[in-house]
């Protein structure tokens, strides 16, 4: 085996947050001597979400660890299959593949290579030689979806997702919840673009969601979530961005961002493949502050997080349990 399992807690993640002269040392292990490469996710760099914030992550580990690393993305890759044994190839210490839909293409590497170390990031596999990184986004859509249903006042809400597939039905999932826990009779539309990288289909949906009186929409389809956004500030509503910090692709319209620290993730694995503790899988949720709520705009600053803070504060002691699936989904 490669690893041991855990599920790290609240952001001491003890063995994987390395500070003082614990973080000296592995910058002095890995100086001009650790390489890591990455496949990007679909959209690839410029997506102002997913792949961006993993490469700040990378970007971190070499300003503070001194790595090297290199990245492949799939339109110049032409296959994710291709990417990552070009990778392989070079002979990079740690190759990262980001995203769920590299993890196909990512095993089948790993089974050709047995030797070589990979991390699938925001998706779980058994291989041996692939450790995994996860997020609970039910948890943090779930403040979402409790902030839309404060600020709505329309009683209509709406979640453009990019497939309609297990991980982005986690993100519907608890907005729908999230919401019905603030307003029990609110209505949430829901729609799939099957694309995270058409801002127009985006802009498509979230028109014809704001046509049916939403007045909130949250996005979680990469790229053809930015159309959203940008609808919805067109429009006049507001709107919810995910994965990083998202206001300023629609300034007068993003109330918040549900965050998924990918840069955090990506840094901390690094770290902890450097000090040879890179564990076989590790899940990030509300209480090991791995999702949460960007900073509040456009609304009462001080209520939405006196609110938040109580549901978050109920969901990490078990108060509020949250379902990973929509009611009816497959």
């Not at 740690?94 to 089974?111: N, Q």
């Amino acid at each position: 085996m490669f690893f041991k399992k855990i599920v790290i807690t609240a952001f001491a993640i003890a063995g994987l947050l390395l500070v003082g002269c614990q973080n000296e040392a592995v910058q002095q292990e890995v100086e001009t001597e650790m390489r890591v490469g990455i496949m990007l996710s679909d959209v690839g760099l410029g997506d102002q979400s997913f792949s961006d914030a993993a490469f700040n992550g990378l970007i971190r580990a070499r300003e503070e660890l001194g790595i090297m690393f290199d990245y492949r993305e799939l339109e110049a890759a032409g296959s994710y299959e291709q990417g990552l044994t070009e990778l392989v190839n070079e002979d990079f210490d740690l190759i990262i593949g980001l995203g769920f839909m590299v993890k196909d293409a990512l095993e089948e590497t790993a089974d050709k290579h047995p030797d070589q170390q990979f991390l699938l990031i925001d998706d779980m596999s058994d291989k041996e030689n692939i450790a995994s990184v996860s997020f609970k986004e039910h948890e943090g859509s779930f403040l979402a979806g409790a902030a839309a249903a404060m600020a709505s006042d329309s009683g209509v809400i709406g979640f453009v997702g990019g497939a309609d597939v297990p991980l982005i039905n986690k993100f519907a999932a608890g907005y729908e919840q999230g919401a019905r826990y603030v307003q029990e009779d609110i209505e949430v539309l829901i729609e799939f673009a099957n694309d995270f990288g058409a801002p127009e289909i985006g802009t498509t949906l979230a028109s014809r969601m704001i046509d049916q009186d939403a007045d909130v929409l949250y996005a979680a389809a990469g790229l053809t979530g930015v159309g959203v956004l940008q609808t919805a500030q067109d429009r006049g509503v507001l709107s919810i961005g995910v994965d990083s910090d998202q206001y300023v692709i629609a300034e007068d319209s993003v109330m918040t961002s549900m965050m998924k620290f990918i840069d955090q993730a990506v840094y901390q694995s690094v770290v902890a493949y450097a000090d040879q503790h890179l564990d076989e899988e590790v899940v990030f949720g509300l209480a090991e502050a791995g999702v949460g709520l960007a900073p509040f705009r456009l609304v009462n600053e001080e209520a939405y997080i006196s609110k938040i803070e109580e549901i978050n504060e109920a969901i990490i002691n078990g108060e509020v349990v949250i379902s990973e699936m929509r009611e009816g989904a497959q």
